[in-house]
């Protein structure tokens, strides 16, 4: 096991065509730590399977150093990183059974028969394999199969596993039990793992730490619970979520001792002192951002001292209530974990709890969050 260190990585590829941009990756300054489960996260084409095979060698950075175990590894070829990859496909052996596409990468390197029957026997305990080891890959379902992709990469125990979005083609119940599964297996063996996804609640579910990719750029490293309370901006805050956070772009006014956010529509919302404090001297605008849960909302009349707002639809998601509002000219959603009577063109009361608000400065750095110390 090792720790692998990136230091100023950075990977330039051409424009293709006059009309595209060149895509740049980096320069990343990021440490991928010993015995832990780190998970890079992000949108499509943000950089994450790049980050992965340059540490796996398959990629070579255009500048910037790489280290696993305290060597550099720049010069060395992928065959000698002890370096252990797991694919969105299952890139098995279909003529080898089970068992024996769980040896294959013990028998390459000589170990001693007994030691392979023990590490494949023990890699079925974890991975729930042991009734199917006689079973080639055509007669296993698309998660068995990626069970024994996993298994194969974890079975000879390397320095480093690297999954590129291994559940992406899974239905979501299987990537659930997988999640689990992986999260299970690394804790076992105190492997560092670097693990690839798009999805956020995934990222969130399974990792110790998480690396939040944007076009090629790192905007913020930490756990899961600080990614989520205390974002480091404006895009980390958006992407997290089961359901987008609203963004309001407007002013911060002061009226006696109270102060409070006007948007560009003319919607006002209190706001607390400790948040409007946060906000540096000449800062001209900003953005208000709350999360759709922490929105109280109410039918119209049972709140008087609520928002006036409209409903416009209603939808059932994963067992929440998505309701997306108009509110003099703002459009608001709200996710719900109780049944909704409200239907299109009600009107309703919104509710907006001051200690729930985030601020956003131009650039989208964050000036105030629930989790962050003012």
Request: contains cysteine; proline residues 8%.
């Amino acid at each position: 096991m090792a720790e692998v260190v990136l230091t100023k990585v950075e990977r330039v590829f051409p424009a293709a065509t006059r009309a595209l941009e060149p895509f740049r990756l980096g320069p990343l300054d990021l440490t991928l730590p010993d015995g832990k489960l780190t998970v890079l996260v992000g949108p499509s084409g943000c950089g994450k399977t790049t980050i992965l095979r340059l540490i796996a060698g398959l990629d070579r950075p255009t500048g910037g150093q790489i280290s696993i175990g305290g060597k550099s590894v720049e010069r060395v070829p992928p065959r000698h990183r002890d370096v252990a990859m797991v694919f969105q496909d299952h890139a098995l052996y279909p003529q080898m059974t089970v068992f024996a596409n769980l040896a294959f990468p013990l028998k390459m390197r000589r170990l001693p028969r007994a030691e392979i029957r023990a590490r494949v026997r023990q890699a079925a305990l974890w991975l729930d394999l042991e009734p199917l080891l006689d079973r080639r890959p055509a007669q296993l379902s698309g998660g068995q199969q990626q069970r024994v992709a996993l298994g194969r990469a974890i079975v000879r125990r390397p320095q480093v596993s690297l999954l590129d979005e291994p559940l992406a083609h899974l239905d979501a119940p299987l990537r659930a039990e997988l999640r689990e599964l992986v999260g299970g297996v690394q804790r076992r063996l105190g492997l560092a793992m670097l693990y690839v996804t798009h999805d956020q609640s995934e990222a969130t579910a399974i990792g110790d730490s998480l690396v939040v990719l944007n076009q090629g750029r790192i905007e913020q490293v930490a756990p899961p619970e600080e990614i989520y309370a205390a974002p480091a901006n404006r895009f980390v805050a958006g992407f997290f979520g089961a359901a987008r956070m609203n963004f309001l772009d407007g002013l911060l006014e002061r009226r006696a001792d109270r102060w409070r956010f006007v948007s560009d529509e003319g919607l006002a919302l209190p706001v607390s002192a400790a948040s409007a404090n946060a906000v540096p001297p000449g800062v001209p605008r900003v953005t208000l951002g709350i999360r759709p849960q922490d929105i109280r909302f109410e039918q119209s009349g049972e709140r008087p001292d609520g928002l006036p707002a409209t409903v416009e639809s209603v939808q059932l998601s994963d067992g929440r209530y998505l309701v997306r509002l108009a509110a003099n000219g703002c459009r608001i959603v709200v996710d719900s974990p109780t049944s909704v009577s409200l239907k299109p063109g009600d009107a309703a009361s919104l509710d907006f709890p001051v200690e729930r608000l985030f601020l956003f400065d131009p650039s989208g750095s964050t000036l105030a969050a629930p989790g962050r110390r003012l």
